[in-house]
């Protein structure tokens, strides 16, 4: 499982059409469970390198900037979106696909962080990180964004 995308999309003047969203892909072949997982933010924490986080229980903590997965399966290639912000809701109807609104405010840095899935143990699977344009945060390389939605 990767985080394969992360957007902070403020293109509107309308601030209730604003959201993000992170999109985790399943690149393995077998299927993925998000249970017991889960995805948090290096702005807000002591330690900002995810690997300090190996080994080291870490509590999800109460301020929704850190979101725990329930048992959801996700299938080989199959992607994962996670929305948040004022228009979340949205988002995820109007795109449709897995995903989920893990909360209406805004959790992710629009001036760049990185982002870890990790085991509610510590271990991490997988980190991303991202600068600082909140309108164009996607990987820098030839990534098609239809192909993030499918």
Not at 127 to 135: A, E, I, L
Request: hydrophobic share 35%; glycine share 8%.
């Amino acid at each position: 499982m990767e985080i394969v995308g992360v957007t902070n999309n403020q293109s509107s003047q309308n601030r209730e059409l604003w959201y993000e969203l992170v999109i985790l892909e399943n690149k393995s072949t077998e299927i993925a469970n998000l249970g017991n997982k889960w995805l948090f933010g290096s702005r807000d924490r002591s330690s900002a390198h995810p690997s300090n986080l190996t080994c080291a229980l870490r509590s999800a903590q109460e301020d929704e900037d850190d979101i725990v997965f329930e048992n959801v399966d996700i299938l080989p290639g199959e992607k994962f979106h996670i929305y948040s912000g004022n228009d979340a809701e949205n988002q995820l109807t109007l795109y449709g696909g897995k995903g989920i609104v893990a909360t209406t405010k805004f959790i992710w840095s629009d001036k760049g962080e990185t982002l870890t899935l990790a085991t509610m143990d510590g271990n991490v699977i997988h980190s991303y990180s991202y600068g600082d344009n909140p309108r164009n945060i996607f990987e820098e390389s030839s990534t098609n964004l239809s192909t993030l939605f499918e």
